[in-house]
Antibody
Framework: EVQLLESGGGLVQPGGSLRLSCASS????????MSWVRQAPGKGLEWLSG????????HYADSVKGRFTISRDNSKNTLHLQMNSLRAEDTAVYYC???????????????WGQGTLVTVSP | QSALTQPASVSGSPGQSITISCTGT?????????VSWYQHHPGKAPKLMIY???KRPSGVSTRFSGSKSGNTASVTISGLQAEDEADYYC???????????FGTGTKVTVL
């Protein structure tokens, strides 16, 4: 059974940094692209970033480009999201999701973690 | 890349059918047969219900069906059940620069 478990969320001040992780099990991790998606309080889902199975290609939404960096360690079956220059509007539950293929191009996010809450506040 | 447009809410009685629309542009929904739909119960992980416009993952009820016409995709839930009450989001491929864009979300209420 595929399982994804996010960690690293918490309270951070505006301008601060946080690194989220997503530990996976039950799949050949390096075969699949992965994405980060967030949901701000009272808002909808927002796709943030994706990375190919090999880690060779990365993609970002305009809202986080230049501030967030996605990476993966296939030897440890783990996905990361480094978040810098955090703003109040980055407050959200952050989910990692597995793609249906090796590239960020299927739009089939078939497994999701339970999410980790990030709160950006003084 | 702007969010795809969905109605804020749709409701129906048990046993009825409802349809949720998802309107994009010729740069996303209209250009690719790569639209998926997600069911999201608050506090839980979103669940993939439809992919590639009209395909159902294993285990998803046949009461869920998808379609697309031009720049608008739709999902229909037939034989509405209480457990279908949730938020629903569409998602489309939008090109290699910013590949995925979600819809604004629709709250489905079973009356």
């Amino acid at each position: 059974e595929v399982q994804l478990l996010e960690s690293g969320g918490g309270l951070v001040q505006p301008g601060g940094s946080l690194r989220l992780s997503c530990a996976s099990s039950g799949l050949t991790f390096g075969r699949y692209a992965m994405s980060w998606v967030r949901q701000a309080p009272g808002k909808g889902l927002e796709w943030l970033s994706g990375i190919s199975g090999s880690g060779g290609s990365t993609h970002y939404a305009d809202s986080v480009k230049g501030r967030f960096t996605i990476s993966r360690d296939n030897s440890k079956n783990t996905l990361h999201l480094q978040m810098n220059s955090l703003r109040a509007e980055d407050t959200a539950v952050y989910y990692c999701a597995k793609d249906g293929g090796a590239l960020v191009d299927t739009v089939s996010l078939d497994y999701w973690g339970q999410g980790t809450l990030v709160t950006v506040s003084p | 890349q702007s969010a795809l447009t969905q109605p804020a809410s749709v409701s129906g009685s048990p046993g009825q059918s409802i349809t949720i629309s998802c309107t994009g542009t010729s740069s996303d929904v209209g250009s690719y047969n790569l639209v998926s739909w997600y069911q999201h119960h608050p506090g839980k992980a979103p669940k993939l219900m439809i992919y590639e416009v009209n395909k159902r993952p294993s285990g998803v009820s046949t009461r869920f069906s998808g379609s697309k016409s031009g720049n608008t995709a739709s999902v229909t839930i037939s034989g509405l059940q209480a457990e279908d009450e949730a938020d629903y989001y569409c998602c489309s491929y939008a090109g290699s620069r910013t590949p995925y864009v979600f819809g604004t979300g629709t709250k489905v209420t079973v009356l």
